[in-house]
Each structure stands twice: as structure tokens, then as C-alpha cells.
Nanobody, 131 residues
């Protein structure tokens, strides 16, 4: 079982930037797609971004496209979410996630598109954007 730990959350003014990190332990995630989800107060958890295990493919929710960038460093078992031009509606707890263990090899360009595509989650890190 993989353990995922997020860091980098905090309070920022609208228009500012934050960089979230997620480090995995317990097993390697180098051959698993990774991603980020978020949950705002009173709302369901929603998909934010995902990256294939090779790093060659990425996929974003429409609400963050052009502002957020997902990346990974497989040698460090770490993924990142660079968040620019933050808006108050980005306020949420952000969760790191890893693709499900399926017993078969993932395509190097496969990216999860929804919460159900992930099998492991971190505890989350709070991001608050003030107006």
C-alpha cells in the first residue's frame, strides 16, 4: 500500500501562486499515473489534474486549465501541482492521488479523468485564497 503525503498548502491572495508537493512511500509510484483532487467546504471532492506515469500526458479540469500545471519527478517518487492566478473559488483541501493497482501495466499516456480512477489518497493540504 502506498502512503501519500502532501505539503505546500497555505493562505494566499487572489492572483497569487502556490506549489503543492506530494511524496509517496511504501512502494514506488513511478509506473502509476498520479493526480490531484480537491474538496471545497460543503461540496463533493472533484478532479483537478492528472499525469501519466511517463509524464508525457497530462489532463486538467476545465476550471484550472491554463492556470495549474502538474508535473512529477519519478526518481524522487514525488509529484507537484503549480497553481498560478489563484481565485477564491480554488479554496479547498487538495488531495494527492495515485492510480489504482490493477495488476496490469498502465499505458505510458493514460491519465485518470475522475476520482474513481484513483486508488490511493493522501490526507490533504488546505489551500485558502483570499479575495
Amino acid at each position: 500500500q502506498v502512503q501519500l503525503v502532501e505539503s505546500g498548502g497555505g493562505l494566499v491572495q487572489a492572483g497569487g501562486s502556490l506549489r503543492l508537493s506530494c511524496t509517496a512511500s511504501g512502494r514506488t509510484t513511478s509506473n502509476f499515473p498520479m493526480g490531484w483532487l480537491r474538496q471545497a467546504p460543503g461540496k463533493d471532492r472533484e478532479f483537478v489534474a492528472a499525469i501519466s506515469w511517463s509524464g508525457r500526458s497530462t489532463y486538467y479540469a476545465e476550471s484550472v486549465k491554463g492556470r495549474f500545471t502538474i508535473s512529477r519527478d519519478s526518481a524522487k517518487n514525488t509529484q507537484y501541482l503549480q497553481m498560478n492566478s489563484l481565485k477564491p473559488e480554488d479554496t479547498a483541501v487538495y488531495y494527492c492521488a495515485a492510480g489504482r493497482e490493477r495488476g496490469i501495466v498502465y499505458s505510458p499516456v493514460y491519465t485518470p479523468r475522475k476520482e474513481a480512477d484513483f486508488g490511493s489518497w493522501g490526507q490533504g493540504t488546505q489551500v485558502t485564497v483570499s479575495s
